[in-house]
């Protein structure tokens, strides 16, 4: 038991929830969550926080902090500090809890990376809640009310059913682009290189369609109507996705309220189901980001992505295209079987599918994968307990790669996303994509001028792109296509958006990159 905590009863509780900024969100390949203006904005919420938050009871003086919109408040009177963060949060959180420690405050950590290493955080923490909060948060909040927190709590699978509304009310609402539900957790796939399904499992557990609508009611009241349906592959179960796609769209739009536009993420085999597709145009399901990561069938035997193998990959995200669902995309460098022409293969690649968001990675080893446990057999792991701890969050891997060097990678990496991300390659993306592009239904194209969540952060960050030369390039560009096209001018919006924010990340984060790449050989 943890002594020093007050008990519930004796004096008012204060806690304090954080979410760290990611790596990404200061000095990485790109930013694509930070928006990149002189203020703090980000294009979607934390929702692990406020999901945390729904868990304590109403008497507790709640404080939540999203890093990558305000700063650590280290003067935050709480004596109980929680803070939630995946792999990418992992160090940053590490040096906060640190610093409250020194305060004599008691450290609580929990997330997805403290659940898959524990060891790499128990020095630093003075209590773990690992797995799923919702399965131990009863006797951690009975624990906390009487002031003796154990130094772990283990949790197991969570019943979504059973979800309490996440705290949006405690959130910095204004600050943000798009709401997050979490609509289900695990993914039945067995890619090497994933720890998602290391944490969350393989059998796939979904929220029921009559609390994501109560989530989607909340969010919208909140202002948001731009909405992350969280899931790691939206379309595994057919039935399922179905019943959700129809309930979404029973509610998008309909009874005097105004389109939302929903995101979400699922695999390159939507592309084989029309029926599906049709539903999601329905319910307003715009944007689905998919893994499609290489047309390197050698490269995709070897990861055990086999949704992706022998697939026309180039015809069947126009397909899905074609049926009014814009796609982001993952793409990945790094491959056994890639070599120095993997690079000018991706760019390729890249530049026939139309799609303008495309997230290059760098293979790595996630702590607990199959893939970490074969390099580690192999004697392939960089020996540096950051990286083999922290893999994931840097344009470096932590695998010593076959057929280059790690600075090869990372060089390669580099080169691939500035290809990818020049104005003129991106202006032909856009094209493709205006060519294709089935619109919403009439009745989910945004008509009002209402101020919602996230309009006044789009709008600064057209005028930051505005004073540049080359983005004015490919703002005016895209102009001209959402005149040719305005019934797909809400659909082309959020995807400059995204470009303009990745377009200065490039930029502020070039010198940064630079200086990286003298670090090794």
Avoid at 4 to 14: I, P, Q, T, V
Avoid at 231 to 259: M, S
Avoid at 363 to 392: H, K
Wanted: glycine content about 6%; some cysteine; hydrophobic content about 40%.
């Amino acid at each position: 038991m943890l002594g020093g905590l007050l008990k519930w009863g004796s004096s008012e509780m204060d806690v304090y929830l954080i979410a760290p900024t990611p790596e990404f969100g200061r000095d990485t390949l790109i930013s694509d969550a930070s928006l990149n203006l002189d203020e703090r904005f980000t294009l979607m919420a934390a929702a692990g926080i406020v999901t945390v938050a729904a868990f304590f009871d109403p008497d507790v003086n709640l404080t939540l902090c999203d890093e990558l919109i305000e700063d650590v408040d280290f003067t935050n009177p709480a004596q109980i500090v929680c803070i939630s963060m995946n792999v990418s949060q992992a160090r940053r959180g590490i040096e906060i809890a640190q610093e409250f420690k020194k305060m004599g405050r008691t450290v609580v950590m929990g997330g997805a990376h403290v659940s898959l290493a524990p060891e790499v955080f128990e020095a630093d923490a003075d209590c773990l809640v690992i797995g799923e909060f919702e399965t131990s948060a009863e006797e951690f909040m009975r624990d906390l009310r009487n002031g003796a927190l154990k130094p772990r709590y283990v949790g197991g699978k969570a019943d979504m059913a059973l979800s309490p509304l996440p705290r949006w009310d405690l959130y910095r609402n204004e600050r943000v682009v798009t709401g997050v539900i979490q609509t289900s957790r695990g993914c039945p796939f067995e890619c090497h290189f994933c720890d998602v399904i290391q944490y969350l499992g393989r059998t796939q557990r979904h929220k029921p369609p009559e609390k994501v609508i109560e989530e989607c009611q909340l969010l919208y009241d909140h202002g948001y109507r731009n909405i992350s349906l969280s899931d790691d592959n939206f379309t595994v179960y057919r039935k399922r996705t179905r019943e959700l796609l129809e309930v979404l769209a029973a509610w998008n739009g309909r009874d005097g309220r105004e389109p939302v536009q929903f995101s979400t993420q699922a695999s390159i085999d939507i592309a084989r189901d029309q029926g599906i597709m049709d539903l999601c145009n329905e319910a307003g399901v715009r944007d689905i980001f998919i893994g499609i990561e290489t047309n390197s069938d050698e490269a995709l035997q070897e990861s055990k992505k086999r949704q992706n193998l022998k697939q026309d990959l180039v015809k069947q995200t126009q397909t899905v295209v074609e049926s009014g669902i814009v796609v982001s995309s993952g793409m990945m460098i790094g491959f056994d079987s890639d070599d120095l022409s993997c690079f000018e293969r991706q760019f390729e690649f890249g530049m026939a599918l139309p799609v303008v968001t495309i997230r290059v990675t760098v293979l790595v080893a996630p702590v607990a994968t199959p893939l970490y446990a074969t390099m580690e057999a192999e004697g392939r792991l960089v020996q540096n307990g950051n990286e083999i701890s922290f893999a994931g969050t840097d344009c470096w891997t932590n695998i010593i790669p076959k057929n280059m060097t790690r600075k090869q990678l990372a060089e390669g990496a580099i080169w691939l996303v500035d290809a990818l991300f020049e104005p003129d390659n991106v202006i032909k993306r856009f094209k493709h994509v205006a060519k294709l592009l089935k619109p919403a239904p009439e009745h989910l194209r945004r008509q009002s001028k209402a101020k919602i969540a996230g309009s006044g952060v789009m709008l600064k960050l057209m005028r930051s792109g505005a004073k540049d030369p080359n983005a004015r390039r490919v703002i005016d560009a895209v102009n001209e296509m959402t005149r040719a096209r305005p019934e797909i001018a809400w659909d082309l919006s959020p995807i400059l958006v995204k470009y303009l924010n990745t377009y200065f990340a490039i930029k502020r984060s070039s010198m940064i990159r630079s200086s990286q790449l003298d670090r090794v050989s």
